[in-house]
């Protein structure tokens, strides 16, 4: 229907333009019919004309009353047709304007019906009211004389993806924003218009590019209880990448706060945000998509703070924030690296059937240890470069560690039966398997108790 009102509007310029033209023309030939007429009147009189008349004064060259009382007639016929196309003229004109204004009106309403800036909201009603609008649109230019309070609510609607390498989490948010507007006070017919009222302007600061779902809706609550002035609701629905700074210390038994951090540009004197006291923010558990590496928690945290660093000046704006929480799932990196690398450590105790005169128990030895590296690398590649050590990096350190000293006390002993008699390395040769086989057991004792106290801190 838009499609045939603007084609419409189209076509009705095109005939406008076109009796335009016809009507130009007319008057051409008008014009040039009228002029071979004047030529002929005026070309046989000046012939008669002798010498002697045309030095006669001016005042014998009068014309006769037959010729006077003709003349009139003749011009007197040209304004009347003249008058007579010109008044068509006009009433086509005005009639083709005014079809004009129509199909403009009836175009513009279709487009505010197809693209409405208020969502669920028909745009007619906005059309009804203008003048209201127009007051209220100057009025809200105006300085805030008060400091306009917004409540908010988040709502994590889909966390689909955590990534721990780039430290980013894709996840679908619905923002509800409401604040007072004593403006609408009594105007019950107005539309609320994000243009050109008061919005509080609200920002994402994590927001790693840009929305992938990016969706507005407005709308206005009169006589909402415990409100002293009308409600101005505003649902906000986005979707995107957030970057987070994920503390990795104690993966892979970890626990993250996924955080939505929302603030203003306008500055802290002028806007203050603070949690909807009436309904708290949450998040959707059923809608987790990455439940296969994490264990999501049904509560949400929000605090509110301040800040100057976004902005190139030295007001502060206030910022909101909005976290929820998640703990790994450790199975992966138990049975996967955890489980292996502590059998490749036990497996050195098995070189110890080899006779310590034997260079084949640092060879097997220091196999173990460079399986143990390629571990390892399987490990930081799960990882962000990050300058601090975490729980997986401590243990498979650890564990090449004790394979480094097997295989010193393998080189010793080595060493050592070339100057001790047989008996004594064996002796010696049993002292290193009791100490090795301790500093095991104590090392995977500490680590434990170490990993209960400070995950319990969480």
Not at 23 to 44: C, G
Request: with cysteine; proline share 4%.
């Amino acid at each position: 229907m838009f499609n045939a009102a603007s084609k419409l509007l189209e076509v009705n310029t095109l005939i406008k333009e076109k009796e335009l033209r016809k009507t130009a023309e007319k008057k051409r030939d008008q014009r040039r019919a009228e002029k071979p007429n004047d030529e002929k009147n005026q070309i046989p009189g000046s012939s008669r004309k002798s010498p002697e008349k045309l030095l006669k004064p001016p005042e014998k060259l009068h014309k006769s009353p037959e010729k006077a009382h003709q003349s009139p007639l003749k011009e007197h016929k040209s304004p009347e047709k003249e008058t007579h196309l010109g008044h068509t003229f006009k009433q086509l004109v005005t009639s083709l304007d005014a079809n004009s204004k129509i199909l403009e009106q009836t175009v513009n309403f279709l487009r505010q019906a197809q693209h409405p800036i208020n969502e669920g909201i028909h745009p007619a009603s906005k059309i009804q009211t203008p003048h209201l609008a127009e007051e209220i649109h100057h009025n809200s230019k105006e300085k805030r004389q008060e400091k306009m309070v917004v409540q908010l609510r988040l709502t994590f609607m889909k966390i689909t993806d955590i990534d721990t390498v780039t430290q980013q989490f894709e996840a679908e948010i619905l923002v509800r924003a409401k604040w007072m507007e004593p403006l609408l006070d009594g105007k019950f017919g107005v539309v609320f218009d994000p243009h050109t009222m008061w919005v509080p302007n609200l920002i994402v600061l994590n927001l790693d590019g840009g929305f992938i779902i990016d969706k507005h809706c407005y709308k206005v609550v009169h006589n909402a209880p415990g409100y002293g002035a009308p409600l101005v609701v505003w649902l906000w629905r986005f979707k995107g990448f957030f970057k987070e700074n994920l503390e990795l210390a104690h993966f892979p038994i970890d626990v993250q706060d996924l955080t939505i951090s929302l603030t203003t540009e306008r500055s802290d004197e002028e806007i203050d945000l603070i949690e909807d006291s009436s309904s708290l923010s949450g998040v959707n558990t059923g809608t987790f998509m990455d439940a296969q590496e994490w264990d999501i928690y049904t509560h949400v945290e929000t605090y509110e703070g301040k800040t100057t660093l976004e902005y190139a000046s030295d007001e502060t704006h206030p910022i909101f924030y909005a976290q929820c929480r998640v703990k790994r799932k450790v199975g992966y990196f138990l049975w996967n690296i955890v489980f292996i690398v502590s059998l490749i450590t036990v497996l050195t105790f098995t070189t110890f059937s080899i006779e310590p005169s034997s260079a084949d128990r640092l060879g097997v030895t220091i196999t173990l240890l460079l399986t143990s590296v390629t571990f390892k690398l399987i490990v930081k590649q799960s990882l962000p470069t990050i300058s601090y050590l975490t729980y997986l990096d401590l243990y498979v350190i650890a564990a090449l560690v004790f394979l480094g000293l097997t295989s010193a006390q393998h080189a010793i002993i080595r060493y050592m039966s070339m100057k001790y008699t047989e008996a004594e390395i064996i002796q010696y040769d049993n002292y290193s398997i009791i100490t090795l086989l301790g500093i095991f057991i104590a090392f995977h004792v500490i680590f434990a108790i170490y990993m209960r106290l400070t995950v319990s801190l969480l």
